[in-house]
């Protein structure tokens, strides 16, 4: 699987950059799915990403928060601060993405 901080970075710098590139958001989406052991700060840098770049872009597939939101389900409690928290659940509403088990946990 892929280090979820290196996917993390990616994402968050090329979204911040403003690239519109499909092609790339694709396979970092891909990434996220392989991803083994993410924690709540990479989940949540990843999330933001990928909303900000789907302000620009609507082809990105929503099928990506479905896969952050299964993997915030694996991260344990003690781990999220209220910053992670309070990012990722941003991310989630930017994209209208209502995931009740994840938003709960």
Do not use: C
Not at 35 to 44: C, D, F, H, N, W
Not at 57 to 79: C, N, Q, W, Y
């Amino acid at each position: 699987g892929f280090d979820p901080v290196a996917v993390s970075n990616v994402v968050n710098a090329f979204a911040r950059s403003g690239l519109k590139d499909p092609p790339l958001f694709a396979h970092m989406a891909e990434a996220v799915v392989e991803m083994r052991g993410p924690g709540a700060l990479s989940l949540s840098v990843i999330a933001n990403g990928f909303a900000r770049a789907s302000e620009r872009d609507k082809t990105l597939s929503a099928e990506v928060f479905d896969v952050i939101a299964d993997h915030v389900m694996g991260v344990p409690e003690r781990e999220w601060t209220p910053q992670t928290a309070a990012n990722l659940l941003n991310a989630f509403a930017r994209v209208e993405m209502r995931r009740e088990d994840a938003i709960r946990r």
